[in-house]
Antibody
Framework: QVQLQESGPGLVKPSETLSLTCSVSGGSMYSYYWNWIRQPAGRGLEWIGR???????NYSPSLKSRVTMSMDTSKKQFSLNLNSMTAADTAVYYC??????????????WGQGILVTVSS | QSALTQPASVSGSPGQSITISCTGTSSDVGAYNHVSWYQQHPGKAPKLIIFDLSNRPSGVSNRFSASKSGNTASLTISGLQAEDEADYYCNSYTTSSTLVFGGGTKLTVL
């Protein structure tokens, strides 16, 4: 079955840019939308945005000015860049596939998550 | 867009039923039936348990059901079991073609 795995730095300095990659195995990337979601410790889930295999994106209004997502279907990977990081961006970052065939938010599966801490 | 409103916590005894509400606006929950629900155990990634308002993925117990009235969606868990103790999140598609989660509800099985 499809599996997702996040990778990237666990520690980012304030004002720097976070770069994360999600690797997809066990299935095709086509016909799905691919998402990033984050969760600060002890708090709720926050949708960051999505990308499809053509590279079309849609971002959360609250993060839109700082987010860029990209797609590399040849490597079966998609990526998240979040600039101007602050302590408020410290969270577990998840990647997830949307199985709705559109972008209705039916996330399955999820990656295991990667903890990103913003600290100098 | 603001997070959907869920109660911070609910509790119930084994065998009982509980309901978790998820209140949004006419721009999200009230606009479409594209509401999903997730179960998250501590230290684990969320798991999809309801999609498109009331549909269960294969393998999810039929003790989980969901519905909507106006701008409020609801998740009901019947025949509570100890393994149901977890955090639950709703999620809705919005009229801006974005997605928004609820703040989450901690379910305690007494």
């Amino acid at each position: 079955q499809v599996q997702l795995q996040e990778s990237g730095p666990g520690l980012v300095k304030p004002s720097e840019t976070l770069s994360l990659t999600c690797s997809v195995s066990g299935g095709s990337m086509y016909s799905y939308y691919w998402n990033w979601i984050r969760q600060p410790a002890g708090r709720g889930l926050e949708w960051i945005g999505r990308i499809d295999t053509s590279g079309s994106t849609n971002y959360s209004p609250s993060l839109k000015s700082r987010v860029t997502m990209s797609m590399d279907t040849s490597k079966k990977q998609f990526s998240l860049n979040l600039n101007s990081m602050t302590a408020a961006d410290t969270a577990v970052y998840y990647c997830a596939r949307d199985i709705s065939g559109r972008y209705y938010g039916w996330f399955d599966p999820w990656g295991q998550g990667i903890l990103v801490t913003v600290s100098s | 867009q603001s997070a959907l409103t869920q109660p911070a916590s609910v509790s119930g005894s084994p065998g009982q039923s509980i309901t978790i509400s998820c209140t949004g606006t006419s721009s999200d929950v009230g606009a479409y039936n594209h509401v999903s629900w997730y179960q998250q155990h501590p230290g684990k990634a969320p798991k999809l348990i309801i999609f498109d308002l009331s549909n269960r993925p294969s393998g999810v117990s039929n003790r989980f059901s969901a519905s909507k009235s106006g701008n409020t969606a609801s998740l009901t868990i019947s025949g509570l079991q100890a393994e149901d103790e977890a955090d639950y999140y709703c999620n809705s598609y919005t009229t801006s073609s974005t997605l928004v989660f609820g703040g989450g509800t901690k379910l305690t099985v007494l």
